[in-house]
T-cell receptor, first 110, second 114 residues
Framework: RKEVEQDPGPFNVPEGATVAFNCTYS??????FFWYRQDCRKEPKLLMS???SGNEDGRFTAQLNRASQYISLLIRDSKLSDSATYLC???????????FGPGTSLSVIP | DVKVTQSSRYLVKRTGEKVFLECVQD?????MFWYRQDPGLGLRLIYF???????EKGDIPEGYSVSREKKERFSLILESASTNQTSMYLC?????????????FGPGTRLTVL
């Protein structure tokens, strides 16, 4: 089993839709979690951290479920500019290890 | 504004050539990283460095070496390029000693080995 898994998609959604991605991780010692966004032919950039209590940043909501070992990203009221690949990142602080998921591709269509 | 630059956006080399990929950051970050990104596999860590002249192997160091002589510069070296090293190479940097700090990426170098 891969350490971090994501549904590669692509997710094709109309503007204004709500879309959710999940990311599962295998190591229960994982301690920190993030979502990065990567536009086509561009570098990844931090979108948001994921906190145990869940956190929201505008239209984006990130949640962590430690019991089931997954994190999620919810995007409300999708915009065309949200089209990108979303990378989940898991940190094993004790091992100084940063693990990127393979990414989920989102296309928001007019 | 945070800036990570890489020496080339596109590079074409022949099998057996020695290849140097350069990365420079201007944020005075302690940590620097080299990844390769392949479809379906995501970013895989090749090497990282927490300080000048210090290096640690990542998940896939075979066939690569690195050099960090100055804090701002981290070089990736392919001693003898092979076709399976054709990939997108991304350099990143982050502040401080903690692994959970935000990583800032360069624009990437797309390397093709013929």
């Amino acid at each position: 089993r891969k350490e971090v898994e994501q549904d590669p998609g692509p997710f094709n959604v109309p503007e204004g839709a709500t879309v959710a991605f999940n990311c599962t991780y295998s190591n229960s010692a994982s301690q920190s979690f993030f979502w990065y966004r990567q536009d086509c032919r561009k570098e990844p950039k931090l979108l948001m951290s994921v906190y145990s209590s869940g956190n929201e940043d505008g239209r984006f909501t990130a949640q962590l479920n430690r019991a089931s070992q997954y994190i999620s990203l919810l995007i409300r009221d999708s915009k065309l500019s949200d089209s990108a690949t979303y990378l989940c990142v898991v940190i094993l602080t004790s091992y100084d290890k940063v693990i990127f998921g393979p990414g989920t591709s989102l296309s928001v269509i007019p | 504004d945070v800036k990570v630059t890489q020496s080339s956006r596109y590079l074409v080399k022949r099998t057996g050539e020695k290849v140097f990929l350069e990365c420079v950051q201007d944020m005075d970050h302690e940590n620097m990283f080299w990844y390769r990104q392949d479809p379906g596999l995501g970013l895989r860590l090749i090497y990282f460095s927490y300080d000048v002249k210090m290096k640690e192997k990542g998940d896939i160091p075979e066939g690569y070496s690195v050099s960090r002589e100055k804090k701002e510069r981290f070089s990736l070296i392919l001693e003898s390029a092979s076709t399976n090293q054709t990939s997108m190479y991304l350099c990143a940097s982050s502040l401080g000693q903690e692994t959970y700090n935000e990583q800032f990426f360069g624009p990437g170098t797309r390397l093709t080995v013929l």
